[in-house]
């Protein structure tokens, strides 16, 4: 076990609480032996030794890391604290909770959506495989036809997302994956939540569906430059869809300029 951190040490935390400093601190050390995964952390005996402080400090700064999905504490035989991986669920709902009382726009949304999408659809052009297009394909196939009703309109809307989604599963990138993914969840639980479905917008719909089956036709031939292209303008048009959807369901007008 590597030499006790010191009290002196621990306090340049700054104005986190000693606990929170403790934690910290595991987290270093966790990364300085490269802990994985499954594998277990010192007994608290040890982490009391090593860390120089009270038992009750070594606790919180374990139950933080558990709140935060770092580790897992196990009882019985075989027992002990575990180095824990965040799952990316886990990680989106906790990122999720903190844009909770932010009220996002469609705007705040569609800026990320118009930055980050064409990239990734130039990224994978002419490197899925059969079996990927085809799941691509599907989700497109579930959309065929227009709405008739609000629900089937929001059915629709949650597909064309899951279309996005299942793109950015698609990414050896996995920062890139997980904030795509993450901003399609969000557009997700913004459009149910304010009930952007309704009415339902026939123009979105066969845009949406255009530039997707446009988008399919660039990644199977391998066109970087027309993946992005497409995607780009899918974003674009379909920012300028929601946001006239968004402000006519919350009866608010448009600004005279339009689109930013």
């Known amino acids: 076990m590597p030499p006790a951190t010191t009290r002196s040490e621990l306090r340049n935390g700054g104005r986190r609480s000693r606990p929170q400093q403790v934690a910290e601190a595991i987290k270093d050390w966790v990364m300085e032996r490269g802990l994985q995964p499954g594998d277990r952390l010192p007994s608290e005996a040890d982490l009391i030794e090593r860390f120089a402080m009270a038992k009750g400090t070594i606790r919180e700064a374990v139950r933080i890391l558990e709140a935060q999905g770092l580790v897992k504490s196990r009882t019985g035989p075989g027992g002990g604290v575990f180095v824990h991986q965040v799952s990316e669920d886990r990680a989106a709902a906790l990122l999720g909770n903190y844009f909770y009382f932010r009220q996002l726009s469609i705007d705040d949304i569609y800026t990320v959506r118009e930055a980050l999408e064409p990239e990734l659809a130039a990224s994978l052009a002419g490197r899925l495989d059969a079996g990927q297009m085809a799941a691509l394909e599907a989700v497109v196939a579930r959309y065929a036809e227009p709405a008739r009703t609000p629900e089937e309109e929001r059915a629709q809307h949650l597909d064309s997302l899951r279309f996005h989604a299942l793109l950015a599963e698609m990414s050896g990138n996995a920062l ?30 066969k845009s949406g569906r255009d530039y997707q089956s446009r988008l399919l036709a660039a990644l199977r031939s391998g066109d970087r430059d027309g993946a992005r292209a497409v995607m780009a303008a899918h974003m674009r048009n379909a920012h300028r869809l929601m946001r006239a959807q968004e402000a006519a369901v919350t009866r608010r007008f448009l600004p005279e300029d339009g689109m930013i």
């Open 176 to 205: 890139l994956r997980f904030l795509i993914r993450f901003t399609a969840n969000m557009l997700s639980d913004v459009t149910v939540s304010r009930q952007l479905y309704a009415p339902p917008n026939p123009e979105l719909w």
